[in-house]
Structure formats: structure tokens, C-alpha cells
């Protein structure tokens, strides 16, 4: 009988707060590597974990590091410290998947801080998507997954740079603005911002920072119009902040466009920046316009070496990756 894997947090992608399809799409992957998979999921992801955790050989762990600052995480988390270690007692393999190098969140920074800690001992193994968060014998490095496909070749369009995925402050969203408005070279450039932002305090100021050329639209774009975006765009820019980030999918999947890929010197963007060569990678703001006018206005990356490495971080290869080395 083939094993069964149990993924956390199990809940629906409308329940992941930026409507991050990470968990469905792990789910789906394990699933075609042969391992049994609830394909339902619930509202509650802590009932449900120490409800049903313990029937699985294989426990992939999501974003529980942030339990602490949930309602009642003190008590959850609590409860997980033995929990997990009875997991292990009982011969489970756990997997901890460490999206985040730092929470993004203040709250308790502290006390997720020690139970990250905990979280790595207690893990079989740490998967990271990036080296920057790479810590000890357990950690291995595997890009993030994605699921995109190359769009049709186009010249590139009406906007400079496109800043897209869900709006939030460890993103530098704001910062980047604030700096554009003062240096000629970008001021002038037209900019597009495009995704979900829950804060409504922090869409005002973004609001207020608005220049003459910039688009900004508090909605996220359908896969239709993101394709739509890429064809339109000459670049795409990330300006996550060091402190916190590690990967991203809205990274990975933005390959997809084909166009030069701008973002920070560290995590997942110097991965690809050093290994592929499809990022451009910045030590700060006042690299943005020299990096952009190097990359040319109707550069595009080498489609077939974009197709091939999409294919080698497909969600089926994670899965199958999951089901056998990295999950054993």
C-alpha cells in the first residue's frame, strides 16, 4: 500500500492570506509521486494537523514557525513541541520547508524565533529555496517550484517596470517608491504595480508616493492578464527587503515572462543571478536604473535555457524529489 504524506498547513488556498497556492500545489505533486494525500482541506489547520499528522510516514511542515503570533499560539505551540517529537518517536519523517530566513511579521519575533529553532531540530530534514537560508547538515537547497509557462515571444511593451504578487511592507514596495520619486533617472520611468494589499494604511501611502507615470491596481491579476503584463512589460522588478526574505514564487514564476528580472542581492534572486544569469542582482536602490539601462530595452532571456529550468523545478519534480531523497 503506498504511504501516505501529511502537508501543513492543510487549509484552503482562500484561508492562505495572499492566495498563495503553495500548499495545493505541494499536495497535488506529492500525489503524482505516488503518496497518498488528503485531497481535502479544513478551516482549522491545528486540529487537523494533531488530529491526522501522526497517520502519515511523511509530514511536510509550512509556515509553522508563525503559529506563535496566531490566536491561542502560545497554547498551539504548546501543544506541537511535544507533538512533533512524538512524530519522530514514532519513525515519521518530518520535512520543514523554511520559506522565510526571519518571520515577516513583529509580533513575537522572539518566541518564533526559538521555536524555528526547535522546528529545525526536531525536522529530518530542512528544505530551503534558497543558500542564504541554508543552516546545518540537514538543509538542502532546492529552487521553488513553479508551475508557469513560457508566454509567446513579443517585443516589450508601454511599461518599464512591473512589480507584481501581493503587496505587503516586507516587500520595499513603499522604500522603492520614496527613492524613485527622487532620482531622475526613475522618476521618469513607467512603472506598474499590480497585486492584493490587505493594509489598507499602507495602499494609501503607496497612493501618496503614486508619480505621473506609475499604474498602480490593489487587485490580483488573473492568469489571462498576467500574461497579458509580461508581454507588456521591458522588466520585472523585486524590491524585497534583506531582512527577511528568502524565495519567492511570484520570483520563480515570473520566468515565465522571459524578460530580465531585477531583485536584491540575496536569497533566491543571487541564486539565480549567479547560477542562471536570468536576474540582475542589486545592492541597493541607486543600481536599479544602471541595471535596467544595461539590460537593454529589448532584451529577453534565452527562452529554451527558461523552458529547460522550468522543467527541472516543476511541481512534479519537487514532489517526486519530496517522496524519495529529501523526504527520506
Not at 512589460?233 to 534583506?242: A, D, E, G, V
Not at 541564486?271 to 530595452?297: C, E, H, M, S
Request: with cysteine; glycine share 8%.
Amino acid at each position: 500500500m503506498p504511504k501516505a504524506a501529511y502537508v501543513y498547513p492543510n487549509i484552503p488556498r482562500s484561508l492562505m492570506g495572499s492566495g498563495n497556492p503553495y500548499i495545493e500545489h505541494l499536495k497535488t505533486a506529492l500525489g503524482s509521486a505516488g503518496l497518498l494525500v488528503d485531497p481535502l482541506s479544513y478551516e482549522n489547520a491545528f486540529a487537523d494537523f494533531v488530529r491526522n499528522a501522526w497517520r502519515a510516514h511523511l509530514v511536510v511542515l509550512n509556515w509553522m514557525e508563525d503559529v506563535p503570533s496566531k490566536r491561542s499560539g502560545l497554547l498551539q505551540m504548546a501543544i506541537l513541541v511535544p507533538y512533533l517529537a512524538g512524530l519522530r518517536l514514532l519513525g515519521k519523517r518530518v520535512v520543514w520547508i523554511r520559506h522565510n530566513r526571519a518571520p515577516h511579521q513583529t509580533e513575537r519575533r522572539g518566541i518564533k524565533r526559538a521555536f524555528s529553532g526547535y522546528l529545525g531540530f526536531v525536522a529530518s530534514r530542512i528544505v530551503c529555496h534558497s543558500r542564504d537560508a541554508l543552516s546545518g547538515s540537514k538543509s538542502v537547497f532546492r529552487y521553488h517550484p513553479s508551475a508557469a509557462t513560457v508566454v509567446d515571444e513579443v517585443s516589450p511593451g508601454e511599461t518599464d517596470l512591473l512589480i507584481w504578487g501581493s503587496i505587503a511592507p516586507y516587500k520595499g514596495i513603499r522604500e522603492f517608491l520614496e527613492y524613485a520619486s527622487g532620482d531622475a533617472r526613475l522618476s521618469g520611468l513607467r512603472i506598474h504595480v499590480v497585486g492584493r494589499c490587505a493594509d489598507p494604511a499602507y495602499w494609501e501611502d503607496l497612493q501618496r508616493l503614486k508619480g505621473p507615470g506609475m499604474v498602480l491596481v490593489n487587485a490580483f491579476a488573473t492568469p489571462e492578464e498576467l500574461v497579458r503584463l509580461f508581454e507588456r512589460s521591458r522588466c520585472i522588478l523585486f524590491t524585497y527587503k534583506r531582512d527577511s526574505v528568502s524565495s519567492s514564487g511570484v520570483l520563480i514564476d515570473s520566468l515565465a515572462a522571459c524578460r530580465p528580472i531585477i531583485g536584491p542581492d540575496y536569497g533566491a534572486f543571487r541564486d539565480l543571478a549567479r547560477d542562471t544569469g536570468f536576474v540582475y542582482a542589486y545592492q541597493n536602490f541607486n543600481d536599479i536604473a544602471t541595471l535596467l539601462n544595461a539590460a537593454g530595452p529589448h532584451y529577453v532571456l534565452d527562452r529554451a535555457k527558461v523552458q529547460t529550468f522550468l522543467a527541472e523545478n516543476s511541481w512534479h519534480a519537487f514532489g517526486v524529489a519530496l517522496a524519495g531523497p529529501l523526504g527520506s
